[in-house]
């Protein structure tokens, strides 16, 4: 419109056939003036403006050092699990001898060096030893001391201690420690045993990281070699156990819920029932994750409508099919966030029937809570009926007491771990001691933030190779070697076998590789692909440049036609 | 400003104060409702958005926190002072009169051109519905407004130094005006009755507005807040809230990658039209203001109805052309019918939800149509006017364009 606005006076013309009289040199000056007055605009303001806002912003990122992470060609070599042995009763010489040769022993059942057991002779019963009233020799002192800094931190402490009788291996109920009698004679057979049940007991978690190595680095091929070695059905199971936990991740938020399907009861005590059963779990974890409570009541919420419980004849109550059991979760009504915060949020739900259906029981299956992977756990209750004053029938309490939780809040206790991923039962179906398994669970979560942090550095540099237009901000690039720093730090850590160090860096390296992942930044380019700027340049192209670019071609044409005109 | 003070005179300007201050007074909640709207009040020229500022700034604290003020402190001085009812009326009678002087005195080289009655002109300023409806609406545009048309008057009547004040008080309350310094450089390096030389007055003007903006740092403590948040607001559109133009659509669908450069080629094609019509209408610089006029109040960011109010303050001013317009009847149509349209579409998707933003991105885009076609109308027969008065044998053949 503005160059036809401008022009048209000058180059009117009558609607006669008569041909318009030549224009006066004065007009067209003038409309070289109009046209260069346009051109002057969109060469010294407009281009400037576009180069400025469309050049995209590029941070140098170590693309090779990122893919060398995650193919995995910076991983450590082996990752070592420090085992102290102490035997103050022993002579110093038989007590290295077992070392050496429960080490030998160790290392021919099994050659996958992650988590590989490494036996280390430690002093360290000397300080416990005010406490114990210790009989017979002095201890000599045997051993390394336990403040030197090579020894990383234990993974389990055994105690050897002579025993008449024959071999025996020894675990404590709580804490992660073993006691191994070591009768005087047959000491060959001795490491050989004492070997056999370190490798038993740390079998399942070096399976468990082989499958997690498997499935997020690239370079696998021991990891791979050594579940092969392993029997098929252990490993299904332990595949299955870590399918079932919710992802690593440095945050949970556990939501308890009572969803009564009547009035009553409205009232838990739930504050103790968390104190005497969620707390304690929650305060061992506490260096592996973090976590927070939250709890809620709900009335009049029943379960999904399309279940439909069965009655049986001779038996009171109601039985649920136990194929209905999945969809139980009345996901229109029951007020279950999906996510607070950053965590993911495990949900936990008691839930109680109307009166008509006590007790409610499960169609073939004396329990009645049962687990949803990756997302909680259920379980109904069935409280005892008492009479009611007003009316002197039966009615549900209005309270749920302490006492009646105590058994709901054991399995809801047990379902949380389960859903983290802390092993549970091993092979033989022998409960391990908690310490241990919790270490377990640290050591694993450990392992899964570093791989994952390397894998997602590895995908940021394939992207940023594979899309040359998304922008890469500074502090994208400052995400990632804030990531690779602390990926170092955690490799060293995981070579001194420090868990605990180990554990805060991957952390960190997760946390900012994800970050990094997931700028917003970069995350609207990537779905930007070139021909898509065609349809946002068009328009300015179309009727805005095409009118200004013909009036200086004209312009152009006039300039070269006077030129000729003049010279001849 | 020598105004004959007939009795028709002073009945329009009596009448036109104590519409506005009846209003004020017997319909205080007409103000307010009025001054909610989103055709009369932008986030740059809310007198609601304003009294956040005052409030902040009275207690001592900058009016720029919390990020709701966005115009200039000097208006804040004024309002501590005077009661702002007062100051409206005040400031659009001053409008008129000016106006009206302008009226009287503008001499168009045209033989169309009659001797303009400058009370016509003032009565049509001060009975727009748009003008009156804006000032209800406490629509601070109007000292901008105030601004330009004092730079036109003083420029027209030889005070050139004065018209640079004007027009640094324009860009120093909401930036376009800046836009308007080569026509009013034009309009006066043609007033032949006083010779000033171009050097001074673009140093004057940058003088005067360097001094405004220096006031700034007297009156609150981050000059760098008042930057980003009254330019800042302006240049990057950082408030999508609704309003008649053309720009809050488009920056909340705009891919965000794109924004920053729409952003500027939206300016630019602000920025465009100066150098052309300023060249091609050398001999009236008054209608290249007025044109400019019309073309900011469709393409400015914050655009309201208190800027077509200004446009069509000036525009009866050439009202000599209007047998050469050819599209009145339909621009005039347009702009009526949106007008009724616009409120009601913004009702039925605010308030009734029965419609959606765009019904009223639609009714905008009509207005603003309306309006092109008026400025593209009124450019055209001025053309005309100026080639009839070089080829007097054509008058009255109609035109093709080649």
């Known amino acids: 419109m503005k160059p036809a606005a401008a022009n048209s006076p000058t180059s009117a013309a009558m609607t006669t056939t008569k041909q318009p009289p030549p224009e006066k040199p004065e007009a067209v000056r003038l409309r070289t003036k109009i046209v260069l007055s346009f051109w002057a605009v969109i060469l010294l303001l407009g281009f400037p403006t576009w180069w400025q806002t469309t050049s995209i912003y590029r941070a140098d990122l170590p693309l090779q050092d990122m893919l060398n992470w995650a193919e995995g060609l910076n991983t450590p070599t082996s990752i070592p699990l420090h085992i102290w042995v102490s035997a103050p009763n022993l002579p110093c010489p038989d007590a290295q001898r077992i070392v050496r040769e429960t080490q030998q022993a160790l290392d021919d059942l099994n050659e996958y060096p992650t988590l590989h057991q490494r036996l280390y002779l430690v002093n360290w019963w000397s300080t416990g030893k005010d406490n114990k009233e210790e009989k017979g020799t002095p201890s000599t002192s045997c051993g390394e001391n336990p403040s030197s800094p090579d020894l990383g931190d234990p993974a389990l402490r055994v105690l050897l201690e002579p025993a008449k009788d024959g071999f025996a291996f020894e675990l404590d109920p709580v804490i992660a420690k073993a006691v191994v009698y ?55 199971r332990i595949e299955k156990q870590i399918n079932r936990a919710y992802k690593s991740s440095s945050e949970f ?25 969620i707390q304690p779990l929650v305060q061992a974890l506490s260096n592996t994750s973090e976590f927070d409570i939250t709890t809620q009541i709900q009335l009049y919420s029943s379960y999904s409508p399309a279940i439909q419980p069965v009655t049986k004849e001779g038996m009171e109550g109601a039985f649920l099919q136990q194929k209905d059991l999945t969809a139980f979760v009345n996901a229109a009504e029951w007020p279950l966030a999906p996510s607070i915060g950053d965590g993911p949020t495990i949900n936990f739900i008691l839930y109680v029937p109307v009166q008509d259906e006590i007790p409610l029981k499960i169609d073939g299956v004396e329990g009645t809570s049962w687990l949803i992977p990756q997302w909680g756990g259920i379980q109904i209750t069935n409280p005892p009926l008492q009479p009611d004053p007003m009316t002197g029938g039966m009615s549900l309490p209005a309270h749920l007491a302490g006492e009646l939780l105590r058994q709901p809040f054991e399995t809801f206790s047990s379902q949380l771990l389960s859903l983290l991923g802390v092993p549970q039962a091993n092979q033989s179906g022998k409960l391990l001691p908690l310490q241990l398994r ?50 170092t730090a955690a490799e060293h850590a995981f070579l001194e076998s420090r868990w605990d160090a180990a554990l805060i860096h991957s952390r960190i390296a997760y946390r900012d590789s994800e970050k990094a992942f997931f700028d917003k930044s970069m995350v609207g380019q990537v779905y930007f692909p070139d021909e898509h700027k065609v349809a946002v340049y068009l328009p300015l192209l179309g009727p805005i440049g095409v009118p200004l670019l013909v009036g200086l071609l004209r312009e152009i044409k006039r300039l070269v036609v006077r030129k000729r005109g003049i010279t001849p | 400003m020598a105004i004959s ?39 740059i020229s809310s007198f609601k958005r304003l009294q956040e500022g005052l409030f902040l700034y009275q207690h001592g604290l900058s009016p720029y926190d919390g990020g709701v003020y966005h115009q200039a402190p000097l208006l804040l001085v004024i309002f501590e002072i005077l009661p702002s009812a007062l100051v409206f009326v005040a400031l659009d009678i001053l409008n008129a009169v000016s106006l009206h002087t302008i009226a009287n005195n503008l001499d168009i080289p045209s033989r169309r051109f009659r001797k303009l009655d400058g009370t016509l002109i003032a009565a049509a300023y001060l009975f727009n519905p748009f003008t009156i409806l804006s000032c209800l609406g406490k629509s601070t545009s109007i000292f901008t407004n105030t601004a330009i048309i004092q730079a036109v008057f003083n420029a027209q009547s030889g005070n050139p130094l004065r018209a640079m004040f004007s027009l640094a008080i324009g860009t120093y309350l909401s930036m376009y005006p800046g836009l308007l310094l080569p026509p009013t450089l034009l309009m006066i390096l043609k007033n032949k009755d006083q010779p000033a030389s171009l050097a001074s007055l673009v140093m004057s003007y940058i003088g005067a ?84 006029l019309g073309l900011f109040a469709i393409f400015k960011p914050y655009p309201s109805i208190a800027d077509v109010s200004l446009y069509l303050g000036f525009l009866p001013m050439y009202s000599h052309i209007l047998p050469l317009t050819r599209y009145t ?73 080649i």
């Not at chain 1, 070997?195 to 091929?221: C, D, G, I, R, Y």
């Not at chain 1, 994208?476 to 804030?482: I, K, N, R, T």
């Not at chain 2, 307010?32 to 055709?39: A, N």
């Not at chain 2, 001999?283 to 203001?289: A, E, K």
């Open chain 1, 182 to 236: 070591i009768p005087r004679t047959d000491a060959n057979n001795v490491s050989k045993r004492l070997a056999e049940n370190l490798h038993e007991l740390f079998k399942e978690e070096q399976v468990a990281a082989a499958l997690q190595t498997v499935a997020l680095a690239s370079h696998t091929q021991n990891a791979q070699a050594f579940l092969r070695s392993q029997p098929y059905d252990v490993v299904t």
């Open chain 1, 253 to 277: 938020h556990l939501t308890f819920s009572l969803f009564t399907a009547g009035g009553v009861p409205s009232s838990w005590d739930v504050q103790d029932a968390l104190s005497k059963h």
């Open chain 1, 438 to 487: 919790l270490d377990a669970y640290k050591r694993f979560s450990t392992l899964t933030l570093y791989l994952k942090a390397a894998s997602s550095l590895g995908s940021l540099a394939r992207l940023a190779q594979r899309l040359s237009n998304i922008p890469i901000q500074k502090h994208v690039a400052e995400l990632v070697d804030d990531a690779i720093g602390n990926l």
């Open chain 2, 5 to 43: 003070l007939d009795r028709q005179t002073v009945s329009i300007y009596a009448g036109a104060a104590l519409l506005r201050l009846l209003v004020f007074v017997a319909f205080p909640d007409l103000s307010d409702f009025l001054g909610s709207q989103v055709e009369i009040s932008t986030p």
């Open chain 2, 209 to 292: 507005l360097a001094a405004l903006l220096s006031t700034t740092i007297i009156l609150t403590d981050g000059f760098w807040d008042f930057l980003s948040s009254c330019y800042g607001a302006q240049l990057t559109v950082t408030d999508l809230t609704p309003n008649v133009g053309l720009w809050w659509y488009f920056f909340i669908e705009i891919f965000d990658s794109f924004r920053d450069f729409f952003i500027g080629v939206f300016w630019l094609h602000l920025v465009g039209y100066v150098g052309g019509l300023t060249f091609r209408l050398q001999s009236q610089p008054l209608f290249v203001i007025t044109s400019l």
């Open chain 2, 329 to 401: 009847f339909i621009a005039a149509s347009v702009l009526l019918y949106s007008t009724l349209l616009g409120p009601a579409f913004y009702h039925l998707w605010i308030y009734a939800g029965s419609g959606n933003a765009n019904f009223f991105y639609a009714i905008t885009l009509v207005w603003s149509l309306g309006l092109t076609i008026l400025v593209g109308d009124t450019l055209f027969a001025v053309l005309r006017d100026e080639w009839e008065i070089e080829r007097p044998e054509m008058k009255g053949k109609s035109v093709r364009q």
